[in-house]
């Protein structure tokens, strides 16, 4: 789930230009905290887009330019009330065939295994039942009248029906429960789902399929008791271990290169973050306290997805390929020294540093104490500038903006609250990440100047401003308000400069953000 | 310099005037006086607005404190002005009564002179510019 809501956050920046995205979510929690999380986002991302009940089609050059369509399918299992295991799902009782088949394939403890928070590493049984979960939904679906057929699932898998040139990205860890139990059989599922409708399409041999080979990044410590009363908790001392298992599968089994054209591996050699959360002395397998912070591989892993989305088609002669990607960054001792390119391909790292940093800037200008993380004191102070060129939008259609920049960076109401950026900084393990040590400094964020981001000089603003460059001796070093300032005499002047564009935009939501998106460019000299 | 209120200022001339036509001929360079003071003036109180910076919030109230600036600085050269050419100039003035009082209307017209170029000079430009010298009359900035 987080590599979709990194994944969010880039289409957000700008980086999936003119795409429209089919984003399908499969958990088998269907509480889980991070699950939660992407569904907020992703609704707030649509929002964002969504005016007179319309989401704008895909656009490119600006933030949130990406159409995104979201589905969402939890598992059967997560919904149900009180302990499922897989002798419940398969009806195994003692005494019959079905249970010494069972027994021959799965450990007493895997059989007796609640399964409401996913399947704990047990990947032979995840596979398994996830597969047949899935297409037993479908056939579900498929069974009801047209009208009728609302699942998710089936919505998403109709949408590819008769798609020629569609791309399917599974992103997913590979040393887990849930999703390295799914990535090896979701291209299965959609071929085998897609030759059960009324009349069968197979899907096009053109569309290709892409996946991550997401190994250990993260731990967490596991209490001994719990793990001795629940005999199967998923244990991180594993992780290493079972991404080298998984690796080993994805290199030798041929049903994988066969069902996937590209994989990306994307690991984490240094110090693995801790992602230990306890709740009443006790290790949260999952459930809605489940809230992990976002990491640099997981940016890496949406990343990947969008390198997929990019690529030119493979070639008719080369049809059957089967190709796997690394990318390596430089490794100072216990961290990364990232750079822009080292997370976009060559020919989109200014892309990457102009559209992340820009729109990091203006959530330190909302957040600041300028406004003080209210985007309506921010309208209605630059509509008093510019004729109330934006006096249509009304508070309710900019809170969605609002309250995805706080997640987008970070938010302060009682304290601060770290958003997905700020926590990819602290997962890195790294002051500079990407960014100047101190835009990461919580106790400053509210006064530094965050023209000053940018670790490149040319990249931080300058004040230097018309016969106002004679700097009067009582002004002190730039701070927030001086940032805010030169945001504001620039938001001004593009809208004098950029006005026949801006005019051209209809959907008022749009436009503000157009503005937002020219503006910032040439205040952090991206121009 | 002559008998000019060049030569008061920079000091080059100990003189008196004493006759009507000098006083004639000194109110050329009052009224230059006049237009430069306001001049200076108007340069001082330009940086100073365009030194105020925008605020935040959802009401700002940044071009308050640019007008106050704008008629603070207009006052205070005004007295300024005054100050020189009540006090200062008419010690060069001998003998006083007519002579004085021929000066004083020339002296009334030069501090006209500063307050219309000052005041409606700057709220011009400021109606026909632009950027934060133009919140001096109005709330948006273009």
């Known amino acids: 789930m987080r590599c979709l809501e990194s994944f969010i956050h880039l289409c957000a920046i700008g980086m999936m230009d003119e795409k429209e995205v089919h984003l399908l979510a499969i958990d088998t929690d269907h509480q889980n905290g991070n699950l939660n999380r992407l569904d907020q986002l992703i609704s707030r991302y649509i929002a964002i887009r969504t005016y007179e009940r319309e989401q704008a089609p895909a656009r490119k050059d600006g933030y949130f330019t990406a159409r995104i369509n979201y589905y969402k399918y939890n598992t059967e299992l997560s919904q149900k009330e009180g302990l499922i295991t897989l002798s419940d799902k398969a009806g195994i009782r003692p005494g019959t065939v079905e249970k010494e088949l069972a027994d021959l394939l799965f450990s007493e403890d895997v059989q007796r295994l609640d399964l409401t928070h996913g399947y704990r590493g047990q990947t032979h049984m995840g596979s398994l039942l996830i597969y047949h979960e899935l297409i037993d939904e479908v056939k579900k679906q498929i069974d009801l009248p047209p009208k009728d057929q609302v699942g998710k699932l089936v919505r998403f898998l109709k949408e590819l029906r008769g798609e020629t040139d569609a791309r399917i990205f599974i992103t997913g860890s590979i040393f887990g429960g849930t999703g390295a139990s799914s990535l090896p059989v979701i291209p299965k599922f959609i071929k085998d789902a897609m030759m059960l409708f009324e009349d069968p399409q197979p899907i096009d041999k053109d569309v290709e399929f892409g996946g991550t080979l997401l190994s250990s990044y993260f731990r967490f410590n596991v209490d001994d008791t719990q793990k001795k009363r629940e005999k199967i908790i998923a244990d991180s001392a594993f992780f290493g271990l079972n991404s080298q298992t998984a690796l080993i599968y994805y290199h030798d089994d041929p049903a994988i290169s066969k069902n996937f054209q590209y994989l990306y591996h994307i690991g984490w050699p240094i110090n693995a973050t801790n992602f230990h959360k306890e709740e009443a002395g006790k290790t949260l397998t999952g459930g809605m306290a489940q809230e992990n912070p976002s990491h640099p591989t997981e940016l890496l892993s949406a990343f990947a997805a969008i390198n997929f989305f990019e690529r030119p088609s493979i070639a008719t002669e080369a049809r059957g390929s089967h190709t796997k990607y690394y990318r390596s960054a430089n490794r100072i001792d216990q961290y990364f020294d990232f750079t822009f390119g080292d997370f976009s391909d060559g020919t989109r790292e200014t892309l990457f540093e102009a559209r992340l940093g820009t729109l990091f800037g203006f959530a330190f200008l909302l957040n600041s104490n300028s406004f003080k993380g209210d985007l309506s004191h921010f309208l209605s102070n630059v509509n008093e500038s510019i004729d109330g060129y934006y006096s249509s939008l009304s508070e309710r259609d900019i809170k969605p903006l609002e309250d995805f920049l706080k997640r987008f960076a970070f938010s302060i109401s009682d304290s601060f609250v770290p958003g997905w950026l700020f926590e990819l900084q602290k997962s890195a393990q790294y002051d500079a990440f990407l960014f100047e040590a101190f835009a990461f400094d919580s106790s400053k964020i509210k006064t530094f100047n965050w023209g000053s981001i940018y670790k490149s000089e040319e990249r931080k603003f300058s004040f230097q401003r018309p016969v106002k460059g004679i700097k009067l001796p009582w002004r002190k070093s730039p701070d927030y308000s001086d940032a805010f300032d030169h945001f504001k005499d620039l938001f001004v002047k593009t809208y004098k400069d950029e006005r026949a564009l801006l005019d051209r935009i209809t959907n008022p939501k749009e436009r503000i953000l157009k503005h937002l998106y020219i503006t910032l460019h040439k205040a952090y000299n991206f121009e | ?142």
């Open chain 2, 1 to 142: 310099m002559g008998k000019t209120v060049w030569s008061i200022i920079f000091g080059s001339g100990s003189f008196q005037m004493d006759k009507t036509n000098e006083i004639d001929a000194f109110a050329p360079g009052l009224w230059a006086l006049a237009g430069v003071a306001s001049a200076i003036s108007l340069l001082v109180a330009f940086l100073l607005v365009s030194n105020v910076k925008n605020e935040g919030g959802a009401s700002p109230k940044e071009h308050v404190k640019r007008r106050r600036i704008f008629v603070a600085i207009g006052i205070i050269a005004l007295i300024i002005l005054a100050l020189f050419t009540s006090f200062v100039v008419p010690s060069y003035i001998k003998p006083l009564g007519p002579l004085l009082s021929r000066y004083g209307s020339i002296n009334f017209q030069s501090l006209g002179l500063f307050l219309f170029i000052y005041y409606v000079g700057g709220l011009g430009s400021s109606l026909l510019g632009k950027g934060k010298w133009a919140t001096l009359t109005r709330k948006k900035t273009i």
